[in-house]
């Protein structure tokens, strides 16, 4: 079994826990399994990069734990901790990707695929903001600002993917993706009444997010190394 094995089957045991827990309403025993995901990925991370990790990535790990310890504890500043926390771990991921990724070119036929991501990105952007949560109204400009780093973000991935099909780009996709709903059904459970179903989908898609970010950032340093042995 390689090195990094057992830190990616203790992730996916954490998060088959975490369904398990959320489903059978056992919230005490779903934050534990909770708790394990993110030191179980970078771990998974740190291992498979031979120990080697930027200062960025570093910086995105410890912000996204930040925000995970925010989100768990369940306190009164709990929700703006999590919030500026994860909103650092967007402005970061989007400063990592315009440093480490050429300038996107536009082909004709990429026009109306794109177009239709934007349109689709505002859309949600818009309508979940409007949502008028009181923990919305009193966080109005940061939810707002929020919303927009995670758009562009996501604008980034999309559109990246559309043009360049590659598998880094598709595990972009695949992280902003995973952040949206993340996000989306956050605010789904904070406006709506207890629901399992979007408990559910709330703590799957956080953690395959941290899935598909490792696994991006691993994918970013093959590439690089690929193009210097070219």
Same mark, same amino acid.
């Given at each position: 079994?390689?090195?990094?094995?057992?830190?990616?089957?203790?992730?996916?045991?954490?998060?088959?826990?975490?369904?398990?827990?959320?489903?059978?309403?056992?919230?005490?025993?779903?934050?534990?399994?909770?708790?394990?995901?993110?030191?179980?990925?970078?771990?998974?991370?740190?291992?498979?990069?031979?120990?080697?990790?930027?200062?960025?990535?570093?910086?995105?790990?410890?912000?996204?734990?930040?925000?995970?310890?925010?989100?768990?504890?369940?306190?009164?500043?709990?929700?703006?901790?999590?919030?500026?926390?994860?909103?650092?771990?967007?402005?970061?991921?989007?400063?990592?990707?315009?440093?480490?990724?050429?300038?996107?070119?536009?082909?004709?036929?990429?026009?109306?695929?794109?177009?239709?991501?934007?349109?689709?990105?505002?859309?949600?952007?818009?309508?979940?903001?409007?949502?008028?949560?009181?923990?919305?109204?009193?966080?109005? /400009?940061?939810?707002?600002?929020?919303?927009?780093?995670?758009?562009?973000?996501?604008?980034?991935?999309?559109?990246?993917?559309?043009?360049?099909?590659?598998?880094?780009?598709?595990?972009?996709?695949?992280?902003?993706?995973?952040?949206?709903?993340?996000?989306?059904?956050?605010?789904?459970?904070?406006?709506?009444? /207890?629901?399992?179903?979007?408990?559910?989908?709330?703590?799957?898609?956080?953690?395959?997010?941290?899935?598909?970010?490792?696994?991006?950032?691993?994918?970013?340093?093959?590439?690089?190394?690929?193009?210097?042995?070219?």
């Amino acid at each position: 079994m390689k090195a990094n094995k057992p830190s990616l089957i203790l992730f996916f045991l954490a998060l088959l826990c975490t369904i398990i827990f959320d489903c059978t309403g056992q919230d005490f025993l779903a934050v534990y399994a909770k708790a394990i995901v993110l030191p179980a990925i970078f771990f998974y991370f740190l291992i498979s990069s031979n120990y080697k990790i930027g200062k960025t990535e570093a910086f995105i790990f410890f912000f996204c734990f930040v925000g995970q310890v925010f989100d768990l504890m369940e306190v009164e500043v709990s929700k703006i901790g999590a919030v500026l926390s994860f909103l650092l771990v967007y402005m970061l991921l989007l400063r990592f990707f315009i440093v480490n990724h050429k300038r996107i070119k536009l082909r004709r036929k990429d026009i109306l695929p794109v177009f239709i991501v934007v349109v689709f990105i505002i859309y949600l952007l818009i309508s979940v903001l409007s949502l008028q949560a009181d923990s919305i109204k009193k966080l109005n /400009f940061i939810y707002t600002f929020y919303g927009i780093v995670l758009s562009i973000l996501s604008y980034f991935s999309f559109v990246s993917y559309i043009t360049k099909g590659t598998h880094i780009t598709l595990l972009m996709s695949l992280m902003a993706i995973s952040y949206i709903f993340s996000d989306i059904f956050y605010i789904f459970n904070e406006y709506f009444s /207890f629901s399992v179903v979007l408990v559910l989908i709330r703590d799957i898609t956080q953690i395959l997010a941290y899935y598909f970010m490792a696994e991006y950032f691993l994918e970013k340093t093959k590439t690089g190394k690929r193009i210097i042995i070219q």
